[in-house]
């Protein structure tokens, strides 16, 4: 048997409890890993909710750019939209335009086609008088020519003995006729009248004195039937005669 221990060396009651090892260092080194790796998830997290938010902070500005562009694009085509608009309509006005111009241009055209028609036959109408009174004068000219050597000594008889002279009336186809010795209380008194010739038919255009118009008429028909110059210059020195008693 063992024997008693004295108080200086006799067992404490720890010494008597058993030995429990709870691992706090094992659990303070785990806790320190976990506390390294949830530190680096913290970090990786926080860098990956940075990266994506400043992704998304560039999609939302690229979106706004490109809402920006779409939105100058949607401008850019609505004015091309209405300046194509405005040319279209302009067109179509200068269209219209044109049509009624062309319109008036061919209606200026029809009337002028006829208008040169109208005066082509006109022309042709005119000419074909020309040429039927050239020929009518050329007659004439000839009947004169014939009479001329007839009528040139009965002229001279009647400026010498009947008192008659020819003058010029200062128109061009036009012949003043004077007689004297027509009135028997004044021998030196004239009587005279103008002779047109510029048509074919003869006409008594001025008588002094005044003397019966249908008288005229009768002696100055008769010459243009007749193309007797001699006797229509009888035929009015008798007018002449009548109408001075």
Not at 180 to 189: L, N, Q, S, Y
Request: charged share 35%; net charge negative.
């Amino acid at each position: 048997m063992r024997p008693p221990l004295s108080s200086a060396y006799a067992p404490s009651m720890a010494d008597s409890l058993p030995n429990i090892n709870f691992g706090f260092d094992e659990l303070r080194d785990r806790m320190t890993k976990f506390t390294v790796r949830f530190d680096d998830f913290i970090e990786k997290g926080r860098k990956r909710v940075l990266e994506e938010r400043n992704q998304f902070r560039m999609n939302v500005a690229e979106l706004h750019e490109d809402q920006r562009m779409k939105k100058k694009d949607i401008e850019i085509l609505t004015l091309k939209s209405s300046t194509h608009a405005q040319t279209l309509q302009k067109e179509a006005q200068e269209t219209h335009e044109m049509h009624a111009a062309i319109a008036s241009i061919t209606s200026q055209r029809d009337s002028r086609a006829h208008t040169r028609d109208r005066l082509r036959s006109q022309i042709t109408e005119t000419q074909k008088a020309i040429s039927q009174r050239l020929d009518a004068q050329s007659q004439h000219a000839r009947h004169i020519d014939s009479q001329a050597r007839f009528n040139v000594p009965e002229l001279d008889f009647w400026h010498d003995y009947l008192c008659l002279r020819i003058e010029g009336a200062g128109v061009e186809d036009r012949l003043k006729f004077v007689y004297t010795h027509v009135d028997d209380r004044d021998w030196e008194k004239e009587a005279w009248f103008e002779l047109g010739m510029g048509r074919r038919d003869y006409e008594v255009l001025h008588v002094r004195p005044k003397v019966e118009g249908e008288a005229v008429d009768r002696v100055l028909e008769k010459l243009n039937e007749t193309r007797d110059l001699g006797a229509f210059l009888k035929g009015m020195r008798e007018l002449f005669v009548e109408a001075s008693k």
